[in-house]
């Protein structure tokens, strides 16, 4: 059973703070990431993904991936109220047009 | 260019009654999959195209549920004799079917079974 697993949180972050979520998957054969971002009421938005060990920055979001360890980051710098949401991880293996998700984290960033 | 589009964006059925559901993916993705999401919950998926192809419908909740797409574009999603526990966010999302396979969302169908 492939799987893919967040803290469900919410995990409370001050304004301006980094926040860190994290996400660890199962299977080894996983070529794919991915961190999307859901706000209430809305449907999932593509924020970030990552093929390769290492860290990939876009702007304020950073996406980390280590293979070896089986997990993939993400780090939202100088936090912002809007920055609040739940965030989705995603995974895929090249053999697979499917994505495998994880159930998200609830990001609350307090002014 | 334009996103997926999915209608109706609300839909208010009474139990037993069947639903149509319909979703216009991005021109020239070749993937579509829907997803159901109840309130607070993650994403559940129900079934993917590949053109106009179903290579997995293992996410259909029963026999209610079926689905297809037509010319390798719109698609729909029909629910026969609703049931309350119907009632959810239906999502639909395309791809272009590349290395990635990047997932690009819809608004979604909010389904209310009465």
């Known amino acids: 059973q492939k799987e893919v697993e967040q803290n469900s949180g919410p995990l409370s972050v001050p304004e301006g703070a980094i926040a860190s979520l994290n996400c660890t998957y199962s299977?080894?054969?996983?070529?794919?990431f991915f961190w999307y971002r859901q706000y209430s009421g809305k449907s999932p938005e593509l924020i970030m993904f990552i093929y390769s060990n290492g860290d990939k920055e876009d702007g304020r979001f950073t996406a980390q991936l280590n293979k070896a360890s089986q997990y993939v980051s993400l780090l939202i710098r100088d936090s912002q109220p809007s920055d609040s949401a739940t965030y989705l991880c995603?995974?895929?293996?090249?053999?697979?047009?499917?994505?495998?998700w994880g159930a998200g984290t609830k990001l609350i960033i307090k002014p | 260019g334009a996103g997926v589009s999915q209608s109706p964006s609300n839909k208010v059925t009474e139990k037993g009654k069947d639903v149509e559901l319909r979703c216009d993916p991005i021109?020239?993705?070749?993937?579509l999959y829907w997803y159901r999401q109840s309130l607070g919950q993650g994403l559940e998926f129900l079934i993917y195209f590949q053109g106009n192809s179903a290579p997995d419908k293992s996410g259909l909740p029963s026999d209610r549920f079926s689905a297809e797409r037509t010319g390798g574009s719109v698609s729909t999603l029909t629910i026969q004799r609703t049931q309350q526990e119907d009632s959810a966010v239906y999502l639909c999302?395309?791809?272009?079917?590349?290395?990635?396979?990047?997932?690009?969302f819809g608004p979604g169908t909010r389904l209310t079974v009465l």
């Open positions: 299977d080894r054969g996983s070529q794919s």
């Open positions: 995603a995974v895929k293996m090249d053999s697979n047009y499917q994505l495998i």
């Open positions: 999302a395309s791809s272009s079917g590349t290395r990635g396979n990047e997932q690009f």
């Open positions: 021109s020239g993705h070749t993937a």
